[in-house]
């Protein structure tokens, strides 16, 4: 019964196979003919000259042509198979063509279909971590806190946390007091864990996008600070989502609204906390500057009184200074003339005792006579 039954399968499988060979030829051979058909039909007619010497042609009207029996019309029926060949290629090609088209459109539709699937997997990863750091980004600018510039310092003893460029801003006026408590700061240091939270969200947002092609608007953030934008966006994008939800989903949408509304709410309270400190600040800075600016304005009006007395000094020391001149020049002009009249005394005096030299000479010279004289 088994080798009867393999003999009948056998024979089966012969004659379809026969008959697949038969349907492949004989689509073969319609192709063909098709082909052979479509040529023929863009040929011009040929003629042949009869025995007479006269071209045969086609038949007028009128009957003329078929009147005159010595006029032969053939028409040549035959194709040259390599335009048979060529034909067959191009019909061929385009078939291929067709059906790789089709490929292509249902390949594009897979990669489409994994493009959305991966923009659901972004978005999802956005809402949840979205819900996660939204309340961390620094409630004074309100940027997402990334190192370097806004690196996110936690205060001791109270525990809020504020970038680093907010704070160092604020303690710039030698404010060593908590933002929004106003408590005073003992120290600060880095917020280690929001800090790698908000990094693992950045890089696997990154990775994300390199996943997807780039095909989402984040590819455009590389940097820490178009993180934060990009962050805004897409709180920005969820909160117009959760807007225009059905009314299928009306309860969800409207937890999500909720929700987003009550996070924005304790922001812009703490920011508002914080604004208020800030002008409770500036306008004791303000009287503090008021006060300085009073005693600044004593300083100066007793340094111009001393500039008026210096003045005065200054002119009382200049006359002063142009007499003193004015009686160094006489004394001067006195001191020349006594010069002038010592000088004259010397030239006198070394004259009187050029003259008294050869005087004292004769006087000795007589006293020695007088005396010999006297002995004698």
Known sequence: MSSSSEAYNARLQEIRSRQQNWMRQRESAIEREKVEADILSTREPVYYEDEGGDEAGPSTSGGQGSSRQDRVERTVQRVAPEEIVDALTIRL???????????????????????????????????????????????????????????????????????????KTHEKYNRRKCPYCRQKIESTAANISLQQLTQNYVQQKRRLVQRTGGDISAAAAPAAEEEGELFEE??????????????????????????????????VEMRVKILENELVDTKEEEIDLTRELDAANKVLEHLLQEKQHCLREEERIRRTRELIQSQLAEQEQKLRQVTQKQEGCSRRSALIVETLKPLTLELDKLRLLVEGTDAV
Do not use: W
Request: a negative charge; one cysteine or more.
């Open 93 to 167: 090609a385009e078939k291929i063509k067709a059906e790789l088209q089709l490929e292509d459109r249902a390949e594009l539709g897979k990669v489409k279909a994994k493009v959305n699937r991966e923009k659901a997997n972004v978005n999802k990863l956005e809402g949840f971590l979205a819900k996660e750091i939204a309340s961390h980004k620094c409630p004074i600018c309100y940027e997402l806190m990334l190192p370097p510039d806004h690196t996110p310092l936690l205060l001791f003893p109270c525990g809020h946390t504020f970038c680093a460029t907010c704070l």
């Open 234 to 267: 897409t709180f920005e994008l969820e909160d117009g989502a959760a807007l225009s939800g059905d009314e299928g989903e009306g309860g969800e949408a409207g937890g999500g609204v909720h929700e987003s509304y009550v996070s924005k709410y304790r922001g």
